[in-house]
């Protein structure tokens, strides 16, 4: 479990998905853990940026701090190739960028005289027909539940995100899901408020994400670790890494498909 609060803090912030939790777990950490974290995740509107920080040692402040220098290149399965500027410590950008669905990306990394490769491939969209509202009753209490219409291809196996949202603000929790259960059939994902209480007039946005498998893998391991340092499972471990040669973080591709609905009486 080495690195586990510092590299679990650091990547859910990133993705939006750390809920509060005061447990504490203690670990056997060294100085000579202070890997490689690299965050980054690219679309099909314009967002390619890429993060690059260190794990501190556990006796140091959890702030992971950035690292500066690092050679940023992606390319493509169609020979296209991009390099990434430093717009500011440990940051790495590049401008109107947008992923083209249906090829491989190559994320490499080099930092320090080491050199970090991560491959995500970008999945055909998937877009939300319909947004839709219904009231059931849980126990005694009665809940709103946002119901996500789309049509799942049946071509490929399929790997989603749903992101819940009111008046845009996101809600905590992380729900992921696969086609294996409906793949090639017409859907109606049952989304809940997840802590975020909607209520008369106010606006429910859904984010439809698509990637590949091995992203859904990744985020599944880190919803697990969450789950195991907030208690809901009995012992948290490191997510699954996404890049070679020793460095922590993950590197997504994927594609968003959006719809709103209001609350009405």
Not at 22 to 41: A, T
Not at 177 to 188: K, P, R, W
Request: net charge negative; charged share 20%.
């Amino acid at each position: 479990m080495r690195y586990f609060i510092q590299l679990l803090a650091a990547l859910a912030v990133t993705v939006g998905i750390l809920p509060g939790c005061e447990k504490v777990i203690d670990l056997d950490l060294r100085e000579s853990d202070r890997r490689i974290v690299i965050e980054s995740q690219i679309n099909t509107e314009d967002l390619l940026y890429v993060k690059v920080s260190r794990v501190n040692n556990y006796d140091e402040s959890n702030t992971f701090p950035a690292v500066s220098g690092a050679l940023v290149i992606l390319t493509d399965d169609a020979g296209n190739s991009l390099a990434l500027e430093e717009a500011f410590p440990g940051y790495y950008f590049a401008d109107n960028f947008a992923a083209v669905p249906g090829r491989t990306y190559t994320l490499t990394v080099n930092v320090e005289g080491e050199t970090y490769t991560s491959k995500s491939t970008l999945p055909l969209p998937v877009n939300i027909d319909s947004l839709s509202i219904r009231k059931e009753l849980f126990f005694v209490d009665t809940d709103l539940v946002t119901l996500c219409h789309f049509v799942d291809p049946a071509e490929v196996a399929n790997f989603y995100r749903y992101v819940y949202s009111v008046n845009s603000v996101k809600g905590n929790d992380y729900v992921l899901d696969t086609d294996e259960l409906f793949n090639g059939q017409a859907v109606s994902s049952r989304l809940f408020s997840f802590g975020i209480e909607p209520d008369i007039g106010d606006t429910i946005s859904i984010e439809l994400w698509g990637f590949d498998r091995a992203s859904h893998d990744y985020f599944l391991t880190l919803e697990t670790a969450i789950d195991g340092a907030s208690g809901q499972q009995a012992a948290p471990a490191n997510p699954i890494s996404r890049f070679t040669n020793g460095a922590m973080g993950y590197f997504c591709a994927y594609t968003i498909s959006r719809a709103s609905i209001v609350v009405e009486e």
